[in-house]
């Protein structure tokens, strides 16, 4: 495992965290479960497969100080600032050959900055069996998860054939189903989340590129630290399924149960409530008389709530959000309708 290295997905926006996630402080950077920003936890809880100096975080340019600050055992170097987002094939891509240079063997893992593991040690386990399986069969993995729930909001991986024990073929990527759907998938059997999380051989993935994307490919050959305000807005803009996953056939999938949630809305704190609780409550936090709500909240403030059920309230320094716990995806409406008013000092 000399060779293994991180990516660490974090160039996003988070905009159904808001107001809780900014600009300048976007979701991955957030404390949301009381551990620490979901950026660290997620470069912790691979150190013992991948140590500090082989983790590569590609972010925007305006989180680079609050990166250094939240890491500062990254060396600066593997830090990798995008002068603007590009979707996830040319950050990964950017990545692959910034590591190829110096290990030209390398096996990558692939992770998404804002998720949340329960078990950690499980999600270790899972981890390093997927390392072994991309080193070992020249693949790339991608971590199943199966499912618990008729869940509309994530992507499915349909498994094919079996190619060894607990690994198995990608038959096909599903894009988020509805709920009718979601429920036969449930029912199936053979449906995994797609955690959106990959192992593979770093040149296995270049090459794969080259195959599908050539003028991408190209472009990410031709940047250099001169070029790379320039060049980079040039690069293709698509996502790492659709450039590669979905059209290699050098994908598996290995499935994994360890308490995963890719904590996509405010809604999704719910599955984190206490034991016995019917409330997710965090912060300076009164309920009377209600249940089956989301309350946080932040920087001081208090979040009273009395006789009101299934909604989120998020209570900030300078902002409050209030809406249905089940539509709080429409946390990005408000930034949207913020974005048009002109009102910057809430982005």
Not at 12 to 38: H, I
Not at 121 to 144: H, K, P, S, W
Not at 266 to 277: C, E, K, Q
Not at 313 to 332: G, I, Y
């Amino acid at each position: 495992m000399d060779h293994v290295w991180t990516i660490v997905m974090a160039g996003g926006v988070g905009s159904r965290f808001w107001p809780m996630s900014r600009a300048a402080r976007p979701k991955q950077l957030l404390d949301l479960f009381g551990d620490g920003p979901m950026l660290r936890t997620t470069v912790e809880r691979v150190l013992p497969l991948c140590p500090f100096e082989r983790q590569v975080p590609v972010i925007g340019e305006v989180l680079r100080a609050a990166v250094h600050a939240i890491l500062p055992e990254v060396p600066h170097d593997n830090v990798l600032c995008e002068p603007v987002g590009r979707n996830t094939a040319p950050a990964i891509g950017w990545a692959a050959r910034h590591i190829v240079e110096r290990d030209p063997d390398a096996i990558l893992m692939v992770l998404p900055a804002d998720q949340h593991v329960a078990d950690v040690v499980a999600y270790q386990a899972v981890c390093e069996r997927a390392l072994r399986v991309a080193r070992d069969m020249d693949a790339i993995v991608t971590l199943g998860i199966p499912p618990t729930r008729p869940e509309t909001g994530y992507g499915y991986i349909r498994r094919g054939d079996p190619v060894g024990d607990g690994v198995f073929r990608v038959a096909r990527f599903e894009e988020k189903p509805p709920l009718e759907t979601a429920a036969a998938y449930l029912a199936d059997g053979g449906y995994d989340w797609n955690a959106g999380s990959f192992f593979m051989p770093a040149r296995l993935f270049l090459d794969e590129l080259a195959r599908f994307e050539p003028a991408l490919a190209s472009g990410l050959a031709g940047l250099t630290p001169e070029n790379l305000q320039d060049q980079y807005p040039t690069l293709t803009k698509i996502s790492v399924d659709y450039a590669v996953m979905e059209r290699s056939e050098r994908v598996l999938v290995v499935p994994g149960s360890f308490g995963w949630s890719d904590v996509g809305s405010w809604r999704s704190l719910w599955d984190f409530r206490a034991d016995g609780a019917t409330t997710f409550a965090r912060g300076d936090v009164i309920e009377v008389d209600g249940g089956g709500n989301v309350l946080f909240a932040a920087d001081g403030g208090l979040v009273a709530a009395v006789g009101v059920r299934d909604l989120v309230v998020v209570h900030t320094r300078d902002a409050t959000l209030v809406c249905p716990r089940e539509e709080a995806q429409r946390a990005k409406d408000a930034v949207t309708a913020l974005e048009a008013a002109g009102r910057k000092e809430h982005l």
